[in-house]
Each structure stands twice: as C-alpha cells, then as structure tokens.
C-alpha cells in the first residue's frame, strides 16, 4: 500500500525552526528522489527541496540556506529542517516523489497524503 505521512508543521513566529518527517512506505521511498512540496495560500504547489537516493540535493532558490533536507533510507523517512522562518514560508508541506528534482513545478509520481501546515508569524 502506497503511503506518506508528514508531520512536524506548528505555528512558529519569523526567526524560528521546525523540523518536518515524512514516513513513507517502502515501495515509495526505496531507490527513488524524494521531496518537499510547498502550497502557500492562493498558489500551486512547488517543489522547494529535493534529494535522490544517493544524497544529491536541490533546493529552490528562495529557500537556500535555510532548509535542509535529508533522509533516512533504513526507516524510509524523510526530513526538512527549516531555518529562519519567514512570514512567505507560510504553507501545507507535503512529500512525495517527483519526476525531476530540478524543477520546481515537477509532478509527482504518487497520490498525496494530507500534508502538514506551516504558520510563519511576522
């Protein structure tokens, strides 16, 4: 049975951090890229942060510095540190696999769990 569960989200004033996980199951996140979406109110998802089986990561321009993500392949999780909150990182945060770690508007090749909310306050 596919299935991602993120967790972590909260509300967080600007400056601070979070960490956000992702359980996955196996036949999702076994040899395949994985990553963080971002849906801000109004907007489409994106993809802000990547990263391949192998440890190659990507990053949006906008969130350089301050995410970081990485992975644990032996419990199939995936995680976001977020650094230096700011008010625009405001968004339900969502993992999934995509099609092209380079690409901000990249599909995803799984169904979407529930995602989890991320409050920055100004």
């Known amino acids: 049975q596919v299935h991602l569960v993120e967790s972590g989200g909260g509300l967080v004033q600007a400056g601070g951090s979070l960490r956000l996980s992702c359980a996955a199951s196996?036949?999702?996140?076994?040899?395949?890229?994985m990553g963080w979406y971002r849906q801000a109110p109004g907007n489409q998802r994106e993809l802000v942060a990547a990263i391949t089986s192998g440890g190659t990561t990507n990053y949006a321009d906008s969130v350089k510095g301050r995410f970081t993500i990485s992975r644990d392949n032996a419990k199939n999780t995936l995680y976001l540190q977020i650094d230096s909150l700011k008010p625009e990182d405001t968004g339900v945060y969502y993992c999934n696999a995509p099609w092209d770690i380079y690409s901000r508007a990249s599909g995803a090749r799984w169904t979407w769990g529930q995602g989890t909310q991320v409050t920055v306050s100004s």
């Open positions: 196996r036949s999702i996140f076994s040899g395949n890229p």
